[in-house]
């Protein structure tokens, strides 16, 4: 049975890192990202990246500042966070998604991934 766990979050402040770790078992997905929601809020799209790590998608509101890669001998998937920002502070879900990567807009759907992880809390104070 595939699973996702995260782990890597924490108490930061503003301008710190941080750096998420989500380890896939079970199965090797076509794509894999990962979401945030914050308290009030719908679970949004931050960062996807391919089965190859070739590919990867961004929110606009990460663009240079997080990088999500993968280590694939370890089937793990990392999300760097760089100049964190309070707006950062949110419960950040790992996904993995099982059938292919069909168009643009599969990457940024949370509807098309079928696999998701626990959560991991990211507090970022000014």
């Known amino acids: 049975q595939a699973q996702l766990v995260e782990s890597g979050g924490g108490l930061v402040q503003a301008g710190d890192s941080l750096r998420l770790s989500c380890v896939a078992s079970?199965?090797?997905?076509?794509?894999m990202g990962w979401f945030r929601q914050a308290p009030g809020k719908e679970r949004e799209f931050v960062a996807a990246?391919?089965?190859?790590?070739?590919?990867?998608r961004y929110a606009d509101f990460v663009l240079g500042r997080f990088t999500i890669s993968k280590d694939n001998a370890k089937n793990t998937v990392f999300l760097q966070m760089n100049s964190l920002e309070p707006e950062d502070t949110a419960v950040y879900y790992c996904?993995?998604?099982?059938?292919?990567?069909?168009?643009?807009?599969?990457?940024?759907?949370?509807?098309?991934?079928?696999?998701w992880g626990q959560g991991t809390q990211v507090t970022v104070s000014s």
């Open positions: 996904a993995g998604r099982s059938r292919p990567v069909w168009n643009e807009g599969t990457w940024r759907s949370r509807a098309q991934y079928n696999q």
């Open positions: 079970g199965e090797a997905f076509n794509a």
């Open positions: 990246i391919s089965k190859s790590g070739l590919d990867t």
